[in-house]
């Protein structure tokens, strides 16, 4: 019986084990916090480009996080609560549980939260907005619309085949970039668009791995990503040449030894996405395909 097969009965272990979770647990695991160093990485990032130059501040920093990680959470919140209402969420699922579709989490209540997290979102943009102006307000508007319309809408983002290059561009080019602009340091700089690719990457990774393993169910409710449109050992391969490619533009901004570690990280993970079958055994890569990302910073920096 494969890991696929086995799913709906884990799946009936995983709702009695969550049963007696608190609601706050159950929230927290419905806004995916294990994953929310992919937003956190790219204004870490930003703030060591401005250390090197002289111009870190810490509350731009600290508003570009807590701005990050809200529209993160309240994207994952809105997705747990669309995804079940749309039909996507079916007890076959492969990925991770889904509070509203376990039926642990109202939806509404879920929604509720969502817009609390956008709403936090938007409160510490009108700090940065002080710092940055109009540009900053652009930026916060595209990021907001597109946490929303990741599930919502006729034609949903998650649903379509250009989702990864979304990733790179605002969870890392845009990231990166302007939170270096907002600490005095030049957003089209060579050095911060190649930090910017060199944390997007790690961070497309983990929605091709998503995408790559829930594609059965992904097709059968009529979504077409990156990884059905290219089939299955194309969406291994993009899995890894995101994390090589990454790898190796890290070692423009920093030759050191230290790159050793997360190319080995990469090297394993790799391995494990060409071998391991479409099943719920590609979950154990979610959260190592994150804490690669974070690896390769701690190199550049410590290089």
Known sequence: ????????????????????????????????????????????????????EGTFRADVTLAAMLGAGAIQLGTNLWNDAADAASGVDRPDRLGPPRMVALGLLD??????????????AGLAGLFLTFVGGWPVIAVGLVSLLLGFFYSMGPRPLSGLPFGELLVILFFGLVAVSTTAWLQGGNPV?????????????????????????D????????????AIVIGEPAARAVYVATLATAVGLAGLLAASPWLMLPAALGLWLSAAMLRLP????????IGRTALF?????IAIVVG
């Open 1 to 52: 019986m494969t890991d696929g097969d086995s799913a709906p009965q884990d799946r009936d272990a995983i709702t009695a084990e969550l049963a007696g979770k608190s609601r706050t647990r159950l929230f927290v695991v419905a806004a995916r916090f294990r994953t929310l160093s992919l937003s956190q990485v790219p204004v870490l990032a930003a703030g060591w480009l401005a250390a090197k």
């Open 107 to 120: 939806g509404a209540e879920v929604k509720r939260a969502a817009a609390a997290s956008f709403a936090l």
């Open 189 to 213: 700089a060579p050095r911060t668009l190649v930090t910017g690719l060199v944390i997007g990457l790690p961070a497309a990774a983990v929605l091709m791995l998503n995408n790559h393993r």
């Open 215 to 226: 594609r059965v169910q992904d097709a059968r409710a009529g979504r077409r990503t990156l």
């Open 278 to 285: 479409v099943s719920a055994r590609l979950n154990a890569l």
């Open 293 to 297: 990302q974070l690896v390769l910073l």
